[in-house]
């Protein structure tokens, strides 16, 4: 066991020296699948699946900060999720909440709610709420949304998606944007006529960030469902057959390894 673990350690660090800065993604998406299938192999419950997972996610951030990866987002819990059986969901929930207040502790980090808030129960809204405003005292004084600002704040920037559709997210940012034209006296009509991409991407729960150029879902899984929908046209997709709770720096950074050796042509 032991020289498999020096082995282990040697490969990982050959792969990691590697790893040239140029080439690592800016924003990187994960899809965090198989806290239950990890738990079900190794004859635990639901719940000790999704702590395990959530506990992996602090290192993966770490992993992420030290390669200089700019942004993460995190999928954490869909709308879709949100059916589910309620002793199941009711522990989930407690689980999201505890881990991101823990991310927030951290001060490592500069956190961004993403997803339809609104949905949740309103004492965990408030309480992500809280460990975000917590992590971004700036944001808190100009309003959710408020990117990172150069100069201000060099930190990581990680989304936390709770509550999140692709297709929500959609319906989001064309309904806000129709309220603010209406508020500025637009008819439908103008606004039928005037609108663009560009607005839509202005409305978007990630407004102001770039879009993610690695897409990561673990478990197996090879499907988006939804995950950042508008955002991912361009995105390289990598699907690893890890359970998240088992992922491994080796996997993120084989994961690393093979978007360097892709040749992006972001639709041209």
């Given at each position: 066991m032991a020289g498999n673990n020096l082995l282990y350690d040697i490969y990982?660090?050959?792969?990691?020296?590697?790893?040239?800065?140029?080439?690592?993604?800016?924003?990187?998406?994960?899809?965090?699948?198989?806290?239950?299938?990890?738990?079900?192999?190794?004859?635990?419950?639901?719940?000790q699946g999704h702590k395990r997972g959530a506990d992996k996610i602090e290192e993966f951030l770490g992993w992420a900060e030290q390669t200089g990866v700019e942004v993460v987002t995190l999928w954490l819990l869909s709308t879709d999720n949100l059916s589910r059986d309620p002793a199941e969901l009711s522990p989930l929930l407690d689980i999201i909440a505890h881990a991101v207040d823990e991310l927030a502790e951290t001060g490592r980090w500069s956190l961004r709610l993403v997803g339809?808030?609104?949905?949740?129960?309103?004492?965990?809204?408030?309480?992500?709420?809280?460990a975000v405003a917590k992590s971004r005292p700036e944001a808190?004084?100009?309003?959710?949304?408020?990117?990172?600002?150069?100069?201000?704040?060099?930190?990581?920037?990680?989304n936390i998606a709770v509550g999140y559709g692709?297709?929500?997210?959609?319906?989001?940012?064309?309904?806000?944007?129709?309220?603010e034209r209406a508020a500025a006296g637009a008819s439908l009509?103008?606004?039928?006529?005037?609108?663009?991409?560009?607005?839509?991407?202005?409305?978007?729960?990630?407004?102001?960030?770039?879009?993610?150029?690695?897409?990561?879902?673990?478990?197996?899984?090879?499907?988006?469902?939804?995950?950042?929908?508008?955002?991912?046209?361009?995105?390289?997709?990598?699907?690893?057959?890890?359970?998240?709770?088992?992922?491994?720096?080796?996997?993120?950074?084989?994961?690393?390894?093979?978007?360097?050796s892709r040749e992006r042509r972001l639709g041209r």
């Open positions: 990982e660090r050959r792969l990691a020296a590697r790893i040239d800065p140029a080439t690592v993604p800016h924003h990187v998406g994960v899809i965090l699948d198989g806290n239950r299938r990890w738990a079900k192999s190794m004859g635990f419950g639901a719940a339809a808030v609104d949905l949740l129960p309103e004492p965990l809204a408030e309480r992500l709420r809280a808190a004084e100009a309003g959710e949304g408020a990117g990172k600002v150069a100069g201000e704040d060099r930190r990581m920037q990680v692709g297709r929500q997210e959609i319906a989001d940012a064309v309904r806000e944007l129709l309220r009509e103008e606004v039928a006529a005037s609108l663009s991409e560009e607005d839509i991407t202005d409305h978007l729960y990630t407004k102001g960030q770039p879009d993610p150029d690695l897409v990561i879902r673990t478990s197996g899984e090879q499907r988006l469902s939804g995950f950042l929908l508008w955002q991912s046209v361009h995105s390289e997709y990598y699907f690893c057959e890890v359970n998240w709770p088992a992922f491994r720096r080796v996997d993120f950074l084989r994961a690393l390894r093979d978007f360097a």
